[in-house]
């Protein structure tokens, strides 16, 4: 192998193979194409024998110096998850623990010409031997781009479907009409490929649409039709019927983003709170969360999330419609500030009991009191397909208590976070086509902006949902003209 060409790195289905004179037919490493009407896995199809060279040390103390030397020559094989260390071939030899190192595609036992100098030179001082050597790749090496890449025509390669969300065990898929034929070998790889995962199910209908609890009707691909899974997110445990409530693994950096702008002792509405991904960890980290959801599943199981993480002196559950929620939450928390409710702390027990001197025990320190604020801080609306339909029921949110928010009180009015859906669009489209909407339901100009000034939003971009379709989190406070409307 002259030294003088040039080195390069290919992709092989998956894998990253480094080649020294780029003459190499890199098809050896690809996956068995394993193409079947019948849609079928058969995994001992997918073993393959790949005729190569090794370099056997006489000694292995040598291992490591050649290695380095070998791999630094590009003449060494570097193959994701195959290790250039191997026992020998002859089982007499791997007996005595002799090792062999995996030499790179074009260098050939019988012919000379192809070693590179460092094996060249380490054959003339016969600290090491070229022998043939038959690389077997089975199943289990295989990715599932890789088998899917085999089993799929040539024709649905360009989007073979590798997303899908997880809840606990289960692995949530959205296949697209064309993949359905294919749809229990697709589900079958995915078992394979992800220990994690031990049910593979495929969505039959649209979220929202079908249900107004954002449920829905499910076909199981593949494993036991067992959906009660177990899911930590924010610090919290949730335990729950994924096919009765509403849940999203990839809104996680969502929820944490939120859950961070709230502070310790403010006070959250999470009118549609599903189990309480936002209102579970906020009221961990000391935040009075006032968290609603209609669907009583979903009530059963935030009230299940509470108790399991201990937060129920900060996280309160209801069950109730959003719409006349909203005013009703507002009242419900002057209520408890009137009515002098707070959360209490236990006191911390001092690292030492006794005194230095040996003397009586330390008194425990009293209970700390916190008291639940007069003021909802922000509210929380994650119904994306319709939450903006909701924004009008802001009016009149703080009629008759004015005096909460005067100057000298330095309170402010609520931030609202309403999550929607938009166009997908790199320009001004989807903000001005939100903020439109808000406009028209609140009844009052809002533009893009700052928050923190009257009239205007912020859009925070959370996730792509569709080809053409955006997932956003617009954010305003609610301007006074409305929050001291009469209610009537």
Sequence with gaps: MSTSCSNKTEKVEGSTVVVGNGKEDMSIFRPPVVRSGAAALNRALFSKKVDLAAATLHDNRLLS????????????????????IVSHPDKALADQGRKCLI?????????????????????KKQDLAVIPYELRLEYDYWSYHDVMSSILP?????????????????AHLNLRDRYLPYKKVI?????????????????????????????FQYEVLAGPDDL??????????????????????????????????????????????GIGPFAVPAGKKGVFVWANDMNPESFYYLKDAIEKNKVSQFVRPFCEDGRTFILKAADLVVDAANKGECAIMPGKRPTRTKTAAGGPTAPTPEPTRIPIPATISHFVMNLPASAIEFVGCYRGLYAGHEALFEPATATKLPLIHVHCFSYKADDETPLNDICQRITKELGFPMRPGNPDVEGEVAIHDVRDVAPAKRMFCASFRLPRELAFASRS
Excluded at 73 to 79: D, F, G, I, M, V
Excluded at 103 to 123: K, M, R
Excluded at 230 to 251: H, I, P, R
Excluded at 252 to 272: A, G, N
């Design 187 to 215: 589900a079958e790889v995915l078992l394979d490929k992800n220990p994690q995962i031990t049910t593979v199910i495929n969505k039959v209908d649209n979220v929202g649409t079908e249900s107004e609890f954002r449920t």
């Design 65 to 84: 110096k050649y290695r380095k030397a070998l791999l630094d020559s590009k003449e060494l094989l570097r193959l994701d998850r195959v290790s250039p």
């Design 103 to 123: 030499l790179s595609p074009g260098i050939n036992a019988q012919a000379p010409e192809t070693w590179g100098p460092v094996l060249t030179e380490a054959v």
């Design 228 to 273: 009660q899974v177990k899911v930590t997110e924010g610090g919290c445990l949730f335990d729950f019927d994924y096919a009765k409530v509403y849940w999203n693994s990839k809104l996680e950096t969502e929820h944490r983003r939120l859950i961070d702008l709230f502070q310790p002792r403010e006070v959250v509405c999470d009118v549609m709170a």
């Design 154 to 170: 040539d024709e649905l390669h360009g989007d073979i479907p590798a997303g899908f969300n997880t809840a606990g065990h289960v």
